[in-house]
């Protein structure tokens, strides 16, 4: 359910940053049948981070950095996991550091926050009340994250690519938003 709802974050939220409608309808079918590339995707991500993880942390969270965008890659521009694991390491050469800092800005004040209200939480003493207060943060920051990591994806292709341009062009040329994605 994890990647369904975060490949139709991506999708979505790619829609309406092209200028696009938000279609639940139309991003699930579009979505669902990439289910098992991105399935695929995260697992070969994991292979790749955890390793580099359990060595020595620092080359780990390196892999991690330079394989952010897998997700994103095979949703919007159509790519397996292989594929898509070269496109994530092209999109992220030379702006390592600038995606790493960002990621870490997003998943600092995530669990910052996370940490205040299960902290907050506590203080009634309840764990039914932890895991109700737990599970409705995570619905409300899953996506925010998700959409965060799509607008640093969008950053990488417009600084490297100049995706904006090639956009606006297609745009002048009555081309569709979706087939700029």
């Known amino acids: 359910i994890a990647t369904l709802v975060g490949g139709a974050v991506t999708r979505m939220g790619a829609d309406v940053y092209l200028g696009g409608r938000a279609d639940v309808g139309r991003t699930v079918a579009t979505v669902l049948p990439l289910v098992p590339m991105l ?29 952010f965008g897998i997700s994103q890659i095979i949703v919007l521009e159509k790519m397996g996991p292989v594929d898509a694991v070269t496109r994530s390491f092209a999109l992220t050469k030379g702006r390592a550091g600038h995606v790493f800092l960002t990621l870490l800005l997003l998943y600092g004040l995530y669990f910052a926050l996370s940490f205040g209200v299960t902290l907050a939480v506590a203080v009634f003493g309840s764990p039914v009340l932890q ?7 995570s619905i409300f920051c899953f996506p925010i994250l998700g959409l965060a990591a799509l607008v640093l994806y969008y950053d990488l292709r417009i600084r490297n690519e100049g995706f904006d ?17």
Request: proline residues 4%; negative net charge; charged residues 5%.
């Open 165 to 181: 341009v090639e956009h606006m062009a297609q745009s002048l040329d009555g081309s569709s938003y979706a087939s700029a994605t």
């Open 131 to 137: 895991t109700v207060v737990s599970s409705v943060l």
């Open 39 to 67: 399935i695929v995707g995260a697992l070969l991500t994991m292979l790749m981070v955890v390793p580099g993880l359990i060595l020595l942390i620092v080359p780990g969270v390196y892999l991690a950095t330079r394989l």
